[in-house]
């Protein structure tokens, strides 16, 4: 299994300054993937709570400041030369598809084809309306979004018609190292989430859950994907673990092993709530991935 870390990019942890040298000692230190995630607003009042908090307190404090997502990622992509880049996740339906194939493209470029687009909807109102997005067809926005993806990165003509966007047929002479393109990944933990991944996405980028519930998902899409005629085997699961500020190395080294041994393909730690800045972030890091690699 491949094991990643976030990278430095939110609360006190969002120090621009650290994020090409954390790159170049993850990767040196043996992780296979850096991460980043997304995050637009923290609303003062918000209309919706991240999981598992409270009116008085509705998210994590680290929202309050956020390094951009794509940004982070290019910089890690110029700082490193081994490993995966990924988004876990990026929140699709706020961005044009037309620049965000084009940043996409730019970014696997970059990278030499190292690059993992792992899209989602968001869960909070209030970021979709100050980005004009409308939130209850964030779903349809996705679907089309994934048309427009696929249609650039593979053809060098190409224009889009559909609810949402129109693209006149225009040119395309630049398209990713990978191809058709990098690999698609979607978020989500809805029977409506898995079925978009088994029929659409070459995997999930997930979050850790009680060992039953993750399979049942993971029974949707691959069942999803039979259905669409692709094979379910070639689905990917990219776990990502949150650990609490109370987490020792033990602790992580002993989910990520969990994880492992459930089949997924790659999971990695987000410590951004665990240690109060990037560099402690690494060092348990780095714990728990040797724990990991030497069994203990």
């Known amino acids: 299994m491949k094991i990643g870390i976030a990278l430095p990019q939110f609360g006190d942890h969002a120090r621009a300054e650290l994020v090409a040298g954390f790159a170049r ?3 040196a230190a043996g992780f296979d993937s850096l991460w980043v995630g997304d995050r637009a607003l923290a609303p003062v009042a ?3 709570l991240y999981p598992g908090y409270t009116p008085d307190n509705p998210y994590p404090p680290g929202f309050k400041t956020v390094l951009d997502p794509l940004t ?7 700082a490193t030369s ?3 880049l990924g988004t876990s996740t990026l929140n699709a339906p706020w961005y044009p598809p037309l620049l965000l194939a084009r940043t996409l493209t730019s970014i696997d470029q970059v990278s030499n084809g190292r690059l993992d687009a792992g899209l989602g909807i968001g869960w909070m109102r209030d970021e979709h309306a100050a980005v004009n997005s409308d939130f209850s067809k964030r779903g349809a926005r996705l679907d089309e979004i994934l048309d427009i993806l696929h249609g650039i990165w593979s053809e060098d003509v190409f224009g889009h018609e559909g609810d949402h966007w129109t693209i006149p047929r225009s040119y395309f002479g630049l398209h990713p190292v990978q191809r058709p393109g990098p690999p698609v990944l979607l978020g989500g ?5 898995m079925r978009r991944i088994g029929s659409r996405a070459d995997g999930w980028v997930g979050i850790t859950l009680p060992p039953g519930a993750r399979a049942g998902l993971w029974a949707t899409a691959r069942r999803a994907a039979e259905e669409a005629g692709r094979d379910p085997d070639a689905l990917q699961q990219h776990i990502r673990h949150n650990p609490g500020p109370d987490a020792s190395s033990e602790d992580i080294a002993a989910v990520l092993a969990d994880v492992r041994d459930s089949g997924a393909d790659g999971c990695f730690i987000d410590l951004h709530q665990s240690v109060p800045t990037p560099e402690r972030a690494l060092e348990l890091g780095i714990k728990a991935l040797e724990r990991v690699r030497s069994g203990r």
């Open 72 to 78: 982070v990622l290019t910089v890690a992509a110029a």
């Open 46 to 48: 918000p209309r919706d």
């Open 25 to 27: 000692d993850a990767e």
């Open 82 to 84: 081994r490993v995966r």
């Open 189 to 193: 933990v809805s029977a409506a989430a």
